[in-house]
């Protein structure tokens, strides 16, 4: 018992100079600290021109050789997602999960998941970004669960579904994902067509992923959810011409809004990640229409429908 104790408090110990060390980091990375905020990030999207890609705590632990919900580890995968974070490309926002400058309008939870993050990861973090890099705001599409206490969400959304208002878009979505279904998320939208995707390691698919994009695209602006993924797509498809906005969570962030969830829940029709869970709910003929290609998982791959 005696060296147990001794052990723990060594561990403990060694935790604290290793919080220290990452918060520092993160404290000294002007990268981060100068990120923009999500109003200054809305205020880009809306000029109508610029793609978009996002990096938050899944892409970076996919950098650093680790899996998550969406992603098994890939070193493809993490080689690209570090070239993305340091690049500049002209028309292309590259966004970070900055919470330097909005702390006081975050609920505790909210802090508190960042700053446990940050205690383990932020030097390794800091270390990928490009000092010199301008940054955008990752939270630009999550815009409720951590902030439903600040009374800005509202207005947030209203600002955000302007990106698309009177356009047509195309979505690249995973399966069972279904954004916008059962909201009015896109309702001001002229047309929504649909690529369906594997929900889970949409990476192993994605030359072929990225070929039907290119090969159903008629003009619309693309939104992209498929978690990692989405961040390199929005990418490739913004240096091939077409704009692409990695919006991942923002459909389920919106449920929550309407719902005024007080913490993540499942919602009906839809997987929801972040709580491993999808309640069935009733077909949607609309959302069936919509679907112009459907990519299926390697494992059970038979045929494009």
């Known amino acids: ?124 973090w800091a270390k990928l970004l490009a000092k010199d890099g301008n940054y955008y705001n990752a939270h630009v599409t999550r815009l409720y669960i951590d902030y439903r206490t600040c009374g800005k969400c509202g207005g947030w959304f209203a600002r955000l579904k302007q990106v698309w208002q009177d356009k047509d878009i195309l979505i690249v979505e995973g399966e069972k994902t279904r954004l916008g279904t059962g909201n009015d998320l896109f309702a001001g939208c002229r047309s929504i067509r649909r690529v369906i995707c594997p929900a889970k390691s949409a990476f192993s698919q994605y030359d072929e992923i990225l070929n039907t994009v290119k090969d159903v695209w008629n003009g619309e602006l693309v939104l992209i959810a498929l978690g990692q993924t989405a961040t390199v797509l929005a990418y490739d498809l913004h240096k091939a011409g077409i704009r692409a906005l990695d919006i991942g969570h923002v459909d389920i962030e919106y449920e929550w809004f309407l719902n005024g969830a007080t913490e993540k829940t499942a919602i009906a029709g839809k997987y929801v990640n972040e709580v491993d869970s999808q309640i069935e709910g009733d077909g949607d003929a609309e959302y069936e229409k919509q679907i112009v290609r459907r990519i299926i998982q390697k494992a059970d791959k038979k045929e494009n429908k």
């Open 1 to 124: 018992m005696f060296f147990t104790r001794i052990k723990n408090k060594l561990e403990y110990e060694r935790d604290k100079m290793i919080w220290r060390c990452n918060l520092r980091a993160v404290e000294k990375c002007k990268a981060w600290q100068n990120a923009a905020s999500i109003d200054e990030t809305l205020d880009e999207l809306l000029k109508g021109k610029c793609s978009m890609s996002r990096y938050g705590d899944g892409e970076l632990k996919v950098m650093i050789g680790l899996s998550n919900g969406f992603q098994k580890e890939d070193a493809a995968l993490a080689e690209r997602l570090r070239q993305i974070l340091s690049s500049k490309e002209d028309g292309m926002l590259i966004c970070i999960p900055n919470i330097s400058g909005d702390t006081d309008l975050r609920t505790p939870e909210g802090v508190k998941f960042w700053h446990g993050f940050l205690r383990w990861y932020g030097k390794r």
